[in-house]
């Protein structure tokens, strides 16, 4: 199975701040990556997908980019309700895997 | 609008069985694999299962193969996980999870339900 490294296992950052997380796959998985949100007692949303693409209705301020074993998703402008965990999940080998996750957190 | 909603999760023994469900509305049901992945504190998100638009086709991980059997039905909007032989590793949320029409049926999940717990222990 396709290992993804995800860092830092969690961050505090203020209201505004750029947030960036990385996701670092065992293997090449070309572009085949997505960023999911997931709030305690809610239903994960979808934000990034195939990468770079943002899901419809997604605000503009959460971006994903990156190719081959090394990506990058950014929260440009964080706002209180982006306080969740997200995930990186590669596709791009059976069986999907997921990273271990990032706890965002607002100071 | 779209809708997943999870039931049948509970406390269970270990090596009992559960019956998971879900049942999907706002969209048409039958166009879409579907997928169930679990939620643990330690391990984060695990897919699980993913089953074609038709039934015929279904996939599993590791963990669960030859324990866990997935299935749907069509008419009823429905998403099944049955569950055998549970133990402490399967203690988890389990999310029903919608892929798109396009695409294989574990690459992207577009819709998620809000999961239910299900807990094994003595």
């Known amino acids: 199975d396709i290992q993804m490294t995800q860092s830092p296992p969690s961050l505090s950052a203020s209201i505004g701040d750029r947030v960036t997380i990385t996701c670092q796959a065992s293997q090449d998985i070309n572009y085949s990556v997505n960023w999911y949100q997931v709030k305690p007692g809610k239903a994960p949303k979808v934000l990034i997908y195939d990468g770079s693409n943002l899901e419809p209705g997604v605000p503009s301020r959460f971006t994903g980019s990156g190719f081959g074993t090394d990506f990058t998703f950014t929260i440009s402008d964080l706002q209180s309700e982006d306080v969740a965990t997200y995930y990186c999940q590669q596709y791009d080998n059976f069986p999907p895997t997921f990273g271990p996750g990032t706890k965002v957190d607002v100071k | 609008e779209v809708q997943l909603v999870e039931s049948g999760g509970g406390l269970v023994k270990p090596g009992g069985s559960l019956r998971l469900s879900c049942a999907a509305s706002g969209f048409n049901f039958r166009s879409h694999s579907m997928n169930w992945v679990r939620q643990t504190p330690t391990k984060g998100l695990e897919w699980v299962s993913s089953?074609?638009?038709?039934?015929?086709?279904?996939y599993y991980a590791d963990s669960v193969k030859g324990r866990f059997t997935v299935s749907r039905d069509n008419a009823e909007s429905s998403l099944f996980l049955q569950m055998t032989s549970l133990s402490a590793e399967d203690t988890a949320v389990y999310f029903c999870?919608?892929?798109?029409?396009?695409?294989?049926?574990?690459?992207?999940?577009?819709?998620w339900g809000q999961g239910i717990l299900v807990a094994v222990s003595s």
């Open positions: 089953i074609s638009s038709s039934g015929t086709s279904t």
């Open positions: 999870a919608r892929a798109p029409v396009v695409g294989y049926s574990y690459a992207k999940f577009d819709f």
